[in-house]
């Protein structure tokens, strides 16, 4: 089945090392994004791809950055990781929507499962 | 700015209850789009439903309908006989019309913790 992957599910880390987590989609779809979850809190924007143009949140702090290598790939590379980081990252992807085609569900995000990231 | 507000943080109900989650939405873009998500235990987020501001039409899928107002800025969500296997938190979202990629950046409620008790 076509879907949203994540790894790892579980990452603990200690305060200051960087951190990697990943996202694979097998949907192809155009939009890549990163959402961070904190405990009982809502999803909250980081950043998204649109193809390869990286569009940031503005209160997206320096210290989350990603990759996406191809279509498939994305990271979220955290580079010093404080205390506060600690938290679930959701990605999620959706197909494009240029103009003319949102009536076809193009804005609808399939997330991952996500992975959640301990800070010790 | 937009906003969406889920009042209810937790509902506990009891098998086969209906419960109905509230949600109420502020924006200044005139055309939008609403959403409802599922988050089970397991954390993955699931759509359920995409709405948009024009079709105030109500809808019903199984035990899962929708009532959409646009006068109250309201776009409610019902479960009918609930199962226990419903119990997860609920997300309401919207996102709007600024144009290009804006259109994929969710704007998301608390959401509220359904607990369905056997």
């Known amino acids: 089945d076509a879907m949203v992957i994540q790894n790892p599910r579980y990452q603990v880390t200690q305060f200051g090392k960087p951190v990697t987590l990943s996202c694979s989609q097998t949907l192809n779809h155009n939009v890549m994004y990163w959402y961070q979850q904190k405990s009982s809190q809502a999803p909250k924007l980081l950043f998204h791809?649109?193809?390869?143009?990286?569009?940031n949140e503005a209160d997206t702090p320096d210290n989350f950055q990603s990759r996406r290598p191809n279509t498939s790939f994305c990271f979220l590379d955290i580079r010093s990781p404080g205390l506060g980081d600690a938290a679930m990252y959701l990605c999620a992807t959706s197909r494009d929507f240029s103009s003319g085609i949102l009536g076809s569900g193009a804005n609808v995000l399939t997330f991952g499962a996500g992975s959640r990231l301990t800070v010790l | 700015a937009q906003k969406v507000t889920q009042a209810q943080t937790e509902i506990s109900v009891v098998e086969k209850e209906d419960v109905t989650l509230d949600c109420v939405y502020e924006?200044?873009?005139?055309?939008?789009?609403l959403f409802w998500y599922k988050q089970p235990p397991s954390g993955e987020l699931v759509f359920l439903i995409r709405r948009n501001s024009f079709d105030e039409q109500n809808e019903i899928s199984g035990r899962y309908s929708w009532n959409f107002q646009k006068s109250t800025s309201s776009f409610n969500f019902t479960i009918t006989a609930s199962q226990v296997v419903d119990s997860a938190v609920y997300f309401c979202?919207?996102?709007?019309?600024?144009?290009?990629?804006?259109?994929?950046?969710?704007?998301f409620g608390q959401g509220t913790i359904l607990t369905v008790h056997p």
């Open positions: 979202a919207l996102s709007g019309n600024a144009g290009g990629t804006s259109y994929g950046k969710l704007t």
């Open positions: 791809y649109y193809d390869k143009d990286f569009n």
């Open positions: 924006t200044r873009d005139t055309t939008y789009y």
